[in-house]
Nanobody, 124 residues
Framework: VQLQASGGGLVQPGGSLRLSCAAS????????MAWFRQAPGKEREFVAV?????????YSVDSVKGRFTISRNNAKNTVYLQMNSLKPDDTAIYYC?????????????????WGQGTLVTVSS
């Protein structure tokens, strides 16, 4: 499975962006898909995950809940992260990841495949 993340860029505080992650392979709908992010000088952290069917989602506590929405289109082999009300603290490289197990996990070790990352910069 190959993952290609896109959609990052420079946005002002309070603005919105939608990230996309396109996946290769025929079994996309069986994978749980997640977004992680890594801010400058910090460790990579979990953001959100969605089940293979798209029926279940889980978000990291506090940091993005209520502002970010994860979704997927299995017909297009693509997962999205809609980010609203962006803050400077959201500045990071955002990575998509796929878990063969299908588990809604917040741990990096659960994920088998990773995209290359897309940079989001929130600044005025």
């Amino acid at each position: 499975v190959q993952l290609q993340a896109s959609g990052g860029g420079l946005v002002q505080p309070g603005g919105s962006l939608r990230l996309s992650c396109a996946a290769s392979g025929r079994t996309f709908s069986t994978y749980a898909m997640a977004w992680f992010r890594q801010a400058p000088g910090k460790e990579r952290e979990f953001v959100a995950v969605i089940s293979g069917s798209g029926g279940a989602t889980y978000y990291s506590v506090d940091s993005v809940k209520g502002r970010f929405t994860i979704s997927r289109n299995n017909a297009k082999n693509t997962v999205y992260l809609q980010m609203n009300s962006l803050k400077p603290d959201d500045t990071a490289i955002y990575y998509c990841a796929a878990a063969e197990s299908g588990a809604l996990a917040g741990f990096e070790t659960e994920y088998n495949y990773w995209g290359q990352g897309t940079l989001v910069t929130v600044s005025s």
